[in-house]
């Protein structure tokens, strides 16, 4: 039975890009037809389900009713990945749920693929919560996000600093989210859908829109530059092992 | 798709070397056919080519974002009209950097309509990388070299690594009785009189008439091009 995948997108602080990386994602594996589920932690109304209503729950990670929805069924799920966009400032606090639920015990086993992507802020606070996250991040993938689509520069940062964070977890991998055109960005947000529907010039409901050419232009673009990282990272390797594939192939 | 369904860029990293003339003539050749032409001047605001054709052209800039909505959302929409741009020397490189960013030959081909450069030859080397680059970045674009005899004879065909069955369309030298007419503005090619008050002088305008013959007949060819690598184009996607 193929193993279950559970990505952990979160972020010390509100505002820096949290959800747009969950959009990224869920677009992602989407295009590699990996069948995924979201959950959204801002209760009550949410911030990503309103651009993937179709594959989003909202939810409180922290309740053991929402815990049992999303964790008990990992392994009956359709969906092969599971993305969890927490809520800002609740990273730390949902890893050490999940270490209570015997979550991380599971992941460390084997049993599932867990991976965690930490938004980072720009101010040097930012790195102290990689400090927390590393007490529970063990052996799982665990991806550091700069995310400059709003053109944040990190510059409290002196690079021994940050390599010293850095080093405190063992499989950590930098991902660079780039600038996107502040325009574009806004489009994309007053048109509600996923970025892939923007770049096809589709509305919510699938039919044709009259987005502006160049701002899907740039959208696409963008979108290019930050699937390459996931492909760089090897990130649907990671969700479907290639081990997977070949038994695939054996069984067929 | 043809040159009536076309987006048509004068262009060269070059200034003074004739792109305006030309666009001015491309775009009154659409008129001559009776095709709806818009016609957009990116020439560092000088606003040359609005003031020979006010009614058909308009003045763009793409420095800034709302600049390249109007330029290029208006190139790729499907109205119907025949689209020149006038390609400053200055805007050369940003225009098919962000060209080539935002997908433009890819947006234009899936709308229907057919992206074609005319690249003016001149001999040094900044043309000519230019010439090289545009080809690998743009196959899907045709790319039509134009030598203005104002320069002389030598089309330097072998700098620009031109086959032999490919074509040079020619802009000929324009007489000096002729030019003193066609550089004042407002002046259109194709309006009664050609758009000079009285109009011109009966000799002055059948010289005009022969000059311009000669280029609308380049033009037609090079529409013909057009059809026929679009028509190879789909035999070979076909089979």
């Keep these: 039975m193929a193993r279950p995948a559970v990505i952990l997108v979160g972020a010390d602080k509100g505002g820096v890009g949290k959800t747009t990386v969950a959009r990224t994602l869920l677009d992602y594996f989407g295009a590699h037809q990996t069948p995924t589920r979201a959950f959204d932690t801002e209760a009550p109304r949410g911030t990503l389900k309103r651009f993937h209503p179709e594959i989003t729950e909202v939810v409180d990670v ?39 639920i015997g979550f991380l015990e599971s992941a460390k086993k084997g049993q599932i693929t867990f991976a965690v992507f930490h938004i980072l802020g720009p101010s040097i606070a930012s790195l102290d919560e990689i400090k927390e996250a590393a007490r529970f991040v063990g052996d799982a993938s665990y991806f550091l996000v700069k995310n400059f689509i709003n053109n944040t520069s990190f510059f409290d940062w002196d690079p021994a600093t940050y390599n010293s964070y850095f ?6 991998e930098e ?46 673009h963008w979108l290019g530059q930050v699937w390459g990282e996931y492909d760089r990272v090897k990130l649907i390797d990671l969700v479907s092992p290639s081990l997977e594939n070949n038994v695939r192939q054996v069984a067929g | 798709m043809s040159f009536r369904t076309s987006i048509t860029i004068i262009a060269s990293p070059r200034p003074r070397v004739g792109k305006t003339l030309l666009a001015r003539l491309v775009t009154d050749f659409h008129r001559h056919e009776g095709r709806a032409v818009a016609a957009f001047d990116l020439n560092g605001g000088e606003g040359t080519l609005a003031q020979f054709l006010p009614m058909q052209a308009s003045v763009a ?7 390249q909505m109007a330029l290029f959302d208006s190139l790729v929409a499907n109205d119907d009209a025949a689209k020149v741009v006038d390609l400053g020397h200055q805007a050369f490189e940003p225009f098919f950097a962000l060209a080539e960013q935002i997908g433009f030959a890819e947006e234009a081909h899936a709308r229907g309509i057919a992206p074609a450069v005319l690249f003016m030859l001149t001999p040094d080397r900044t043309s000519i990388e230019a010439y090289r680059n545009l080809r690998r970045r743009f196959p899907q674009v045709t790319l039509a070299p134009v030598h203005n005899d104002m320069f002389g004879p030598t089309q330097h065909r072998d700098k620009y690594a031109l086959g032999k069955g ?17 550089e004042t503005p407002p002046f259109s090619f194709t309006d009664d009189g050609m758009g000079t008050a009285g109009g011109l002088p009966p000799e002055v305008q059948s010289e005009l008439e022969h000059w311009l013959r000669r280029m609308y007949l380049e033009f037609r060819e090079l529409d013909l091009r057009i059809l026929l690598a679009d028509l190879q184009s789909s035999i070979r996607l076909g089979s």
């Design chain 1, 175 to 220: 991902i660079v989210i780039p600038k996107l055109n502040e325009m574009a960005c806004e489009q994309v947000e007053v048109a509600s859908v996923p970025y892939v529907s923007f770049v096809a010039n589709k509305n919510g409901k699938g039919d044709a829109a009259n987005y502006s050419f160049v701002l899907r232009g740039y959208v696409r």
């Design chain 2, 61 to 67: 800039a793409i420095d800034e974002i709302r600049g």
């Design chain 1, 62 to 100: 922290t309740a053991v009713p929402d815990q049992m929805k999303i964790f008990d069924t990992l392994g009956s799920a359709a969906a092969r990945v599971t993305v969890i966009d927490v809520r800002a400032g609740l990273l730390s606090p949902t890893l050490q749920a999940l270490a209570d």
């Design chain 2, 166 to 182: 490919e074509t040079v369309i020619r802009l000929p030298i324009l007489a000096p009785a002729l030019r003193k007419f066609v």
């Design chain 1, 167 to 172: 080093k405190q977890i063992k499989n950590a």
